[in-house]
């Protein structure tokens, strides 16, 4: 096992760090210029961001064939989604993943269009999903990756929701996966992963995770989604 000092591991941390406030910088540029508006497409909101992310932070958004924006009921769905207008009541997901990339790390929110009062319970079972999560990763120090996914899956439940997503986050610097088949289940917060969330990898790096929560309102079709690093903030 390699051998890191406190300087490599701590400018690791930063590194991660600055990657999710930069994606928070940006979601909150997006958010109160009203880019997301009913009428325009997912590709032309696209487009929107990753200007506002070469303007305002001097990088290049996205990679070849990524997309940051899906709405509605593209808000479920998992890999590829058929482009589609957004609506005037719709869920839109904004995910950073791919300009966050060169930062290992990733993040996403979801934003509620118009009054719709299941939409808003929706955004409220998530947030409330995801600290519950926080809280079950920070009062176990031991805590696996599979008690982890059961705690995520059972607060789900108790909200009336289901898990859009067969894992609930994964280790930075890994690539998201939509199936668990030819995956190593060590890397993801997975129901297969009986190791430790805390622990030193093989590089000498200590493990640092990415908090994935997709919950899905199945009678209404749509989903949410809350991304952002785990046991960094």
Known sequence: MTTLD??????????????????????????????????RSEEEVDNRIALIAREVFGVRAGRVGRRF?????????????PERVIGAQDLVVLD?????????????????????LARRR???????????????????DSI????????????????GRTLGAWHCGRLTGTAPAARAEAVRPEVFIGPD???PLRRTLAQGWRAHWILQVHL???????????????DLV
């Open 6 to 39: 406190r300087m490599d591991v701590g400018l690791r941390a930063l590194h991660l760090l600055e990657g999710q406030r930069m994606a928070q910088r940006l979601f909150a540029q997006v958010t109160a210029t009203q880019v997301i508006r009913p009428g």
């Open 216 to 230: 899905v309102d199945e009678h209404r079709g749509h989903a949410a989604v809350h991304t952002e690093l785990l």
């Open 69 to 81: 924006v899906r709405s509605g009921s593209n808000t479920v769905v998992g890999g590829e989604w």
């Open 122 to 140: 929706l955004l409220h079972d998530l947030a409330v999903v995801a600290t519950g999560a926080r809280n079950a990763f920070r009062a176990d």
């Open 96 to 116: 950073f993943e791919s300009l966050l990339a060169p930062y290992e790390t990733g993040f996403a929110r979801t934003v509620a269009l118009g009054e719709g």
């Open 144 to 159: 696996t990756g599979r008690e982890l996914h059961a705690k995520v899956r059972g607060l789900a439940a108790k909200a």
């Open 193 to 195: 992963n009986d190791r």
